[in-house]
């Protein structure tokens, strides 16, 4: 059983409160003709286009082009998107039912590894799902890597959003459903709780105390 005395969680959001298949990015690659594109980026790595990207450090016009240059002559940049966005599934109402009865008693945080393209594709899903599109409404602050220049699972990012919003880390609970994650938040001396695979955030132990 996970510490009860916690007063802020900082969710994850791909994986934890939003559905995502990274599978169909890299099916969606492959149909294109970048036959590689999974040793490129999956969950538990990347290569430093992706990183930089994901950190806000080049455009979405860079990163869809960087990708152009690695795909048959003729692909369009819309395709790229398309395919890029493949992984951006749903968002299940009882998730965010979770996250409205959670904020009675707790400080809620979001900090989202990812980058302009996914957020409005999130953004989308979002509406789809519930009929808006204000993902802020369920947090108290949301984090997006490409806004802030860095990204998990290095140790100075969960640091900044202790730091920012007068958090205690001892009493902060990160939930994630990357390992690396996990212990990136550890190492910054926030309890971290790894989300297996097929397990539901509103299944945890903790949310039945």
Partial sequence: ????????????LGGVLLNLDYDLTEKA??????????ESYSQLQQTNLFDRFERGEVSSFH??????D???????????V????????????????????????????????TNDIHI???????EKSVGHKNLE?????????????MRKPDSNIF???CSENNLDPVKTLFIDDSPQHVEGAKSAGIEGLLLAKNQEVFDLPFFLT
């Fill in 29 to 38: 690659f492959i149909s294109l003709g970048m036959k590689n594109f999974g």
């Fill in 82 to 113: 398309h395919a890029w966005d493949a992984m951006i599934l749903d968002f299940p109402t009882k998730r965010l039912q979770l996250l409205e009865e959670l904020a009675t008693k707790y400080r809620l945080f979001l900090l989202s590894n």
């Fill in 137 to 149: 409404q369920y947090f108290e602050k949301t984090y997006f890597s490409s806004a802030i220049g």
């Fill in 63 to 68: 990163f869809v082009n960087q990708l152009l």
């Fill in 159 to 161: 640091e900044f959003v």
């Fill in 1 to 12: 059983m996970i510490n009860t005395s916690k007063e802020a969680i900082i969710f994850d």
């Fill in 120 to 126: 409005d594709a999130v953004r989308r899903s979002l």
């Fill in 70 to 80: 690695r795909l048959p002559f003729g692909t369009t940049a819309n395709q790229v």
